[in-house]
Each structure stands twice: as structure tokens, then as C-alpha cells.
């Protein structure tokens, strides 16, 4: 008959030092098992006189109960320890930095600038629209006064998608668009991509940005355009600089301008020193954007009231956004702007 006292101290010592989940299962069967000591102790009960029956099974109970507490209490310890111990191995400061840093990202170019033109027209009272850039034909064209005849409509002109839906060639569809969701008066830019078939070279690609603008109002006149435009230019390129109206030809507006600046390089003289400007070309004055306004042919292809020719008038310009992008910070090809070198990112790199 095993003497369950030593039993029992011999176990607690084994499970006191165990140090792993493992270890403490091999404990268990070691001492708790089918063929352990104790169960054997206890199976062979039967066996012994009636009068040491009791006492000896009490006492074999009590060393498994005590076992079982302790093998029990054991493991809680060793998962608390091992919790322990993983949560301070692993700890991770997220208030680091990353490791090697992460470099900051900023805007590309042409949105650093669309962003600074959509600024300054939200300060003089627009608002900022968007449109699709696959549009109907009727939008692009028939409803901004364009004969069916118009150049601009043939394919080496203008990608379409399917009869009658292109890619839009400028932002001007948003003119009537804009027109048939709000009754006047009306305030809005609406910058976005444009699309043209254009062979790459310095100054054209497929695909590029312009921002247009359109005001309706009662009352309004040219010197309105060229008042807001002047503000636009000055908060653009500089507060010396000036704006000049040139008379132009667009189908949708009547009567149009081009819209020149001072050259913000050379003041506006043409020179700097004895060279001739290379922004200006000598000329003093930089071409910026087409205007002027509303043809009243455009408000009759509102449809729905409220844009009543008799009553009120409107401008509008389109300007393209790389082209103020280019201007301003002297990027000699338009293809740069989108080769995503990453020398010319990182040089106009600027907050996002
Ligand atoms: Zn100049």
C-alpha cells in the first residue's frame, strides 16, 4: 500500500516547480492517471480490511481533491505568467515612428494648384461643382450652341464611346447642367478632367485638367467677368498683376474674350534686363483662359423656368489648371506633370 502522505508531498513538490502546461499534464497523469499510485490506491480499497476501508479512502480522496486543486491553481499561474510576459515582449508603442520612417505624401502638382484655385473663387462667393466625365453630346455640344456642323464634334476631335456619348472636352457641360438643377441666381467653378485626341508634345496630352466658371445674375456685365478675374489673378500671380481683355470666338459665349495677365515674371514689360522674358516671350502679357458671355442661344437650352434671357445674364470662363500649374512654377513641358518622376514630385512637394 502506497503511503499517500509522501505521496502527496512528493506531488506538490513536482507541481509546485513545474514550469510549463506541458510538464503540469504529465504531472496529472503521473499522479492522477489510470495507472497512478493514487487511482491504484483507491481501485484496490476493496481489498483491504473492512476497518481500514474508511480511513484510507478518505485520505486517498483528499490527496486527489488536493492534487487537483493544486495542479488547477498551477496552471491558472503559469497562463497568468505566460500572458504576462507575451504582453510585455510584445508591447508596441504606436505612438512611434515607424521604422524606417514612413515618408509624409503630398498632392501632386496640378491638384496643389487646383486646390489654390478653387480657394480663391470659393472666397469671392462660388461654389465648387463636379460633372461626369463621360457626358452626353447634347451637353458637350449641341447645348453650348455648337452647329451640328462644329469641327470640335468629329472623332479626330473628340472621343466617343458610343452614338451620341463621349468623353467630355472640356467642363463646360456643367454650364447648362448646373443651370437645370438651380434657378438663378448661380455661382460655381467646376474643375475636373478633359479628354481630346491630342499627339503628346509640350503643350498638349489627352487628358487634362481644366476649372470652369460660371456666373448668372441679373445685372451682370464684361466688367464683372474681368472684376472677378482680376481677383482671381492677383490672389494667383501676385498683387501687381493686371488682366486684359482681348476680343475671341467661342460658340457659347457672345462676346467672348481671351483673358491675358501681366507677365507676373517681368512686370509686364517683356524684359528682364536686357533678355527677353522667357515666360512672356516678350510680350508682357501671358494668355490665360477663354471667356466671356453667356450666349442667351445657351439659357433657352435650360430646360425648365427661371432662365429667362430677357432678365438675366451671365459669364463664364474655362481656364486649363495645368497650364496656371506650368506658369506659375515655370515646368518648361506639359508631359512632366504627368511622367510622375519622382525629382519633379518631390520637388513641388508641399503639405497635403
Ligand atoms: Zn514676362
New binding site residues.
Given amino acids: 500500500m502506497a503511503d499517500l502522505a509522501q505521496l502527496r508531498t512528493e506531488a506538490e513538490a513536482a507541481v509546485g516547480a513545474a514550469g510549463s502546461a506541458a510538464e503540469l499534464e504529465e504531472l496529472r497523469v503521473r499522479y492522477l492517471g489510470r495507472k497512478s499510485e493514487l487511482t491504484q490506491a483507491l481501485r484496490s480499497i476493496g481489498e483491504l480490511r473492512p476497518d481500514e476501508r474508511g480511513p484510507v479512502g478518505k485520505q486517498a480522496n483528499e490527496v486527489r481533491r488536493a492534487l487537483e486543486g493544486l495542479l488547477e491553481r498551477r496552471t491558472a499561474e503559469l497562463d497568468a505568467s505566460e500572458l504576462d510576459q507575451r504582453l510585455t515582449e510584445d508591447h508596441v508603442d504606436v505612438t512611434l515612428p515607424g521604422d524606417p520612417p514612413v515618408p509624409v505624401g503630398h498632392l501632386h502638382l496640378v491638384s496643389q494648384i487646383r486646390r489654390r484655385m478653387e480657394d480663391i473663387f470659393v472666397g469671392l462667393g462660388f461654389s465648387v461643382v463636379e460633372g461626369p466625365e463621360i457626358e452626353y453630346e447634347y451637353y458637350n455640344f449641341t447645348a453650348l450652341n455648337h452647329p451640328p456642323e462644329h469641327p470640335a464634334r468629329l472623332p479626330q476631335d473628340t472621343f466617343y464611346l458610343a452614338e451620341q456619348v463621349l468623353l467630355r472636352t472640356h467642363t463646360s457641360p456643367m454650364q447648362v447642367r448646373a443651370m437645370e438643377l438651380k434657378e438663378p441666381p448661380i455661382y460655381i467653378v467646376v474643375p475636373g478632367r478633359v479628354y481630346r485626341p491630342d499627339t503628346p508634345d509640350a503643350t498638349h496630352v489627352p487628358m487634362f485638367h481644366q476649372l470652369e466658371g460660371l456666373a448668372i445674375d441679373e445685372d451682370l456685365t464684361l466688367a464683372d467677368l474681368q472684376g472677378t478675374l482680376l481677383a482671381f489673378a492677383r490672389q494667383m500671380f501676385g498683387e501687381h498683376t493686371d488682366v486684359r481683355l482681348r476680343p475671341g470666338y467661342f460658340p457659347f459665349t457672345e462676346p467672348s474674350v481671351e483673358v491675358d495677365v501681366s ?1 507676373f ?2 512686370g ?3 524684359y ?1 534686363g536686357s533678355e527677353r ?1 522667357p ?2 516671350k ?3 502679357w ?1 494668355e490665360i483662359l477663354g471667356s466671356g458671355m453667356v450666349d442667351p442661344n445657351v439659357l433657352d437650352y435650360v430646360v425648365g423656368s427661371g432662365y429667362d434671357k430677357e432678365r438675366v445674364q451671365g459669364f463664364a470662363w474655362g481656364m486649363g489648371i495645368e497650364r496656371i500649374a506650368m506658369l506659375v512654377y515655370q515646368v518648361p513641358d506639359l508631359r512632366m506633370l504627368f511622367d510622375n518622376d519622382l525629382r519633379l514630385l518631390e520637388q513641388f512637394g508641399a503639405g497635403p
Fill in positions: 507677365c515674371r517681368c509686364g514689360t517683356g528682364e522674358c515666360t512672356c516678350g510680350e508682357g501671358i
